[in-house]
């Protein structure tokens, strides 16, 4: 890298991370460059930062809300669609087994 002023060749300083220097930054990284020749200094940003943190806070909580939601729906259906069994209804209480080793035992 060439300086802009001199056209003198700069010497890279160091590197940053932008949370410690430039929190607001977009960039994740800083690189600093100096010009020996005019005493010039470059900040260079690099990698710009992705959004994906929130999308995938998002993503977590959206699949958890959708299983709840499902928990709860199977659960509203359980309770709906169970029904009270009658003791004695239809000749199932004291049922006398008819055939095999076990004839003539009531059940």
């Not at 100096?34 to 010039?40: I, P, V």
């Not at 000749?91 to 003539?104: L, W």
Request: some cysteine; hydrophobic content about 25%; charged content about 35%.
């Amino acid at each position: 890298m060439r300086c802009f002023y001199c056209n003198f060749k700069v010497r890279w300083n160091n590197d940053f991370d932008t949370e410690d220097t430039y929190p607001e930054s977009e960039y994740n990284i800083v690189s600093m460059y100096q010009c020996d020749e005019c005493d010039t200094w470059y900040e260079v940003f690099h990698h710009k930062k992705e959004p994906e943190t929130k999308i995938k806070n998002k993503n977590v909580v959206l699949n958890y809300m959708q299983e709840q939601w499902e928990k709860a729906k199977q659960m509203s259906l359980f309770k709906n669609l169970r029904k009270e069994v009658e003791i004695g209804k239809h000749g199932t209480q004291k049922y006398v087994v008819k055939s095999g080793k076990n004839k003539g035992k009531i059940l």
